[in-house]
């Protein structure tokens, strides 16, 4: 993540996309469409403004850098919503605790064990005599 990285150019970039040129360190520059120029209060990022940016995609071969600004806090939206699932997860895991302990209980009881069997075992042995 490159922080405050200053918008050169907005307009329509050599392959004809729009977005903005954005100047990075080492006299590298990158490219952002509009949608990834959004902030977070939902405003577009303007000419000569500083802002954070994520490296989206980086292709050395076609020397390509695409940039995000709106990714940066859309991220973090989505690691907190994960960190609330888990957290539904865990106190609802606690609930599905005793089911497991019941199913346990019942695969460790074998065919020999059971009372009902045993009996009907019983009578077919009393039968074929």
């Not at 977070?40 to 403004?49: I, K, P, T, W």
Request: charged content about 35%; hydrophobic content about 40%.
């Amino acid at each position: 993540m490159f922080t405050y990285i200053k918008l050169i150019d907005c307009g329509k970039s050599e392959a004809g996309v729009e977005g903005a040129v954005i100047s990075l360190p080492y006299g590298v520059e990158g490219f952002a469409t509009p949608k990834h120029l959004v902030k977070e209060d939902g405003s577009q990022a303007q000419l000569d403004e500083k802002l954070e940016f994520k490296v989206i995609e980086f292709n050395k071969d076609a020397k390509r850098i695409i940039l995000s600004h709106s990714r940066i806090f859309e991220d973090v939206a989505k690691a907190e919503e994960r960190a609330e699932k888990k957290a539904a997860k865990k106190s609802s895991g606690k609930r599905e605790e005793a089911p497991a302990s019941i199913q346990n209980q019942a695969a460790s009881t074998t065919l020999g064990d059971i009372d009902a069997l045993a009996a009907l075992k019983e009578q077919m042995e009393a039968g074929k005599k």
